[in-house]
Structure formats: C-alpha cells, structure tokens
Nanobody
Framework: QVQLVESGGGLVQAGDSLTLSCAASGRSFTNYKVGWFRQAPGKERGFVAAISLRGTNTVYAGSVKGRFTISRDNAKNTVYLQMNNLKPEDTAVYYC??????????????WGQGTQVTVSS
C-alpha cells in the first residue's frame, strides 16, 4: 500500500505558473505509476496527466498538453506537476493517484486528499 500527500496548491492569476507535489510513503514507490486528476466544482473528476514507474513514459489530457509537465524523482518518492500559463478553467481540486498497473490502464487504487488550485482572471 502507498500513501499520497499533495501540496503546492494556491491562488494565482491567469498566466502564472504553479508546481504541485505528490509525496508518497509506504511500499516501494518505483512499483507505481502516478497520475494527476482534477475536479472542478459541479464537475466530475477528470484525468490530467500520468507518468510511468521510472518516468520514461508520460500521458497528458489534451486540455493541458503543452502547458503542464509531469515528472518524478524516485529518490525523493515525489511526483511533480509543473503547470504553466494557467487559465481560470484550470481551477479545481487536484489529486494525485498511484497504481501498480500500466500507465495505459486508467484505473488507480491509491488516492491523495487533494490540493486546491484557484486561477483568477
């Protein structure tokens, strides 16, 4: 089992940048793919980005591709989401999740509690 804690959220203006962190504890972090998801008020939680066990493969939602970058530091048991050129529609609670299956499998077993990102216009 792995425990996940997100941090780095906050209030920013449109066009700003923000980096979220997902710190993992528990079983070997390198056994898990990690994904970022977000949920805006009144909307379902949606996929943002994912990274494979050793960081060699990444996947992005179309709405963030070219603006967001996911990366991981397995020595620090941490995954990052660098968000550039933020837009008001990026406002949401951001969650990280982990799972032992392929990056192309959309299921995740372990979830963090989320961190709020608010982008003002």
């Amino acid at each position: 089992q792995v425990q996940l804690v997100e941090s780095g959220g906050g209030l920013v203006q449109a066009g700003d940048s923000l980096t979220l962190s997902c710190a993992a504890s528990g079983r070997s972090f390198t056994n898990y793919k990690v994904g970022w998801f977000r949920q805006a008020p009144g909307k379902e939680r949606g996929f943002v980005a994912a990274i494979s066990l050793r960081g060699t493969n990444t996947v992005y939602a179309g709405s963030v591709k070219g603006r967001f970058t996911i990366s991981r530091d397995n020595a620090k048991n941490t995954v990052y989401l660098q968000m550039n050129n933020l837009k008001p529609e990026d406002t949401a609670v951001y969650y990280c999740a982990a799972d032992g299956r392929s990056i192309y499998n959309t299921e995740y077993n372990y979830w963090g509690q989320g961190t709020q990102v608010t982008v003002s216009s």
